[in-house]
């Protein structure tokens, strides 16, 4: 791993080369600061901007040629600043991307940093906290919204339920087909190329392993709950802890949504590189104590997640007898900051 020096030299981290047609640009550019041409090198140092651009393909910018995109803010910065035109990993999903730029690291050495819903260890070194140590004063933005997964639970006065969970047409440029009214979507990277027998091997008319679960539940004879996620590997066990919470434990609709959720990552997981962490569950810590140690003591490799952490749920019920409406929404995490979740009943 290269280091960064305090003058008006960046030098370039060895990442990974392009190895799938799921890229991540990645512009680092240096500008100069302000000041007397007279101070010591030490005190000028650059400003130094850290940029990322989710499933963006090169060139596709017009700093480097691309003669159908527009990018006149991207290209200035990069005129003026240094730009970079090798720095890549070859990860098709957002999470192993980011920290593979952050760190320098391939992906295959991240460990929880190289899985979708993984967080960034502490003990693995980035290039902002080298910069902090440095002496530079460090500041970032939060993620604006992106493509990705939502979720949408509907049912009108005469009863009909629908539950969809629109996924996986991250291509930008992926045109609607004509008489399907779909664009088209990316969902074979999931697919496996070896070993020979495994069962979600690439095959000729093969549907690959999908994590998206909209669900809809029955009492009798009449639909009566649709409920859904998004989340990646993590859908369904929310989902299943949510439906327990209200069919076994008699929570409502809202304490089963807000209800302290779990997640395995025992499981290979759903995005390329299919990483798992074996016995890891990763916990919220308003589970009691005690269950936290009795999960320990049978092998589990507790994770404290944060709290308010594990899941995205989305639900909406009508009682079949009284046609009374019911709907509830999930406040947890970081994404609530950018698309939060809301139930309307009228």
């Not at 512009?27 to 302000?34: P, T």
């Not at 460990?111 to 530079?136: K, Q």
């Not at 509907?154 to 930008?172: K, L, Q, Y």
């Not at 140690?293 to 952490?309: F, K």
Request: aromatic content about 10%.
């Amino acid at each position: 791993m290269n280091h960064w020096h305090n003058d008006r030299r960046v030098t370039q981290p060895n990442l990974p080369p392009v190895g799938s047609a799921g890229l991540v640009l990645l512009s680092l550019i240096a500008l100069s600061a302000c000041g007397s041409t007279t101070e010591p090198a030490a005190a000028r140092r650059p400003n130094i901007l850290f940029a990322i651009s989710d499933d963006q393909s090169f060139p596709h910018a017009g700093v480097y040629g691309d003669p159908n995109v527009s990018t006149p803010a991207f290209d200035r910065v990069a005129r003026e600043g240094v730009l970079f035109t090798h720095s890549y990993t070859a990860a098709p999903s957002c999470t192993p991307s980011r920290s593979a730029i952050l760190s320098g690291q391939a992906i295959w050495r991240l460990g929880e940093a190289g899985v979708l819903m993984g967080t960034y260890p502490p003990d693995l070194v980035s290039f902002p906290r080298m910069l902090e140590e440095a002496g530079y004063r460090i500041g970032y933005t939060g993620k604006a919204w992106g493509p990705g997964t939502v979720h949408v639970d509907v049912i009108d006065s005469a009863g009909n339920m629908v539950a969809c969970t629109p996924s996986g047409a991250w291509i930008r440029s992926a045109e609607v087909m004509p008489g399907l009214g779909f664009p088209l979507g990316n969902r074979m990277q999931t697919f496996y190329l070896e070993p020979a027998h495994h069962p979600n091997l690439v095959a000729p008319c093969k549907r690959p392993r999908t994590t998206i679960s909209p669900s809809m539940v029955f009492k009798g004879d009449q639909p009566w709950l649709v409920f859904g996620s998004m989340g990646g590997d993590q859908q369904d066990q929310w989902q299943l802890q949510f439906l327990l919470n209200m069919l076994e434990f008699g929570m409502t609709l809202q304490e089963a949504i807000e209800a302290p959720k779990f997640s395995s990552e025992h499981f290979p997981e759903f995005f390329y590189p299919h990483g798992f962490d074996l016995n890891r569950l990763r916990i919220e810590p308003r589970v009691d104590e005690q269950v936290l140690r009795e999960l320990a003591r049978r092998g589990h490799d507790l994770e404290i997640a944060g709290d308010w952490s594990e899941g995205y749920l989305l639900a909406a019920a009508r009682d079949a007898a009284t046609g009374l409406l019911e709907a509830g929404c999930d406040l947890r995490a970081e994404k609530s900051e950018v698309f939060p979740s809301f139930a309307l009943c009228w």
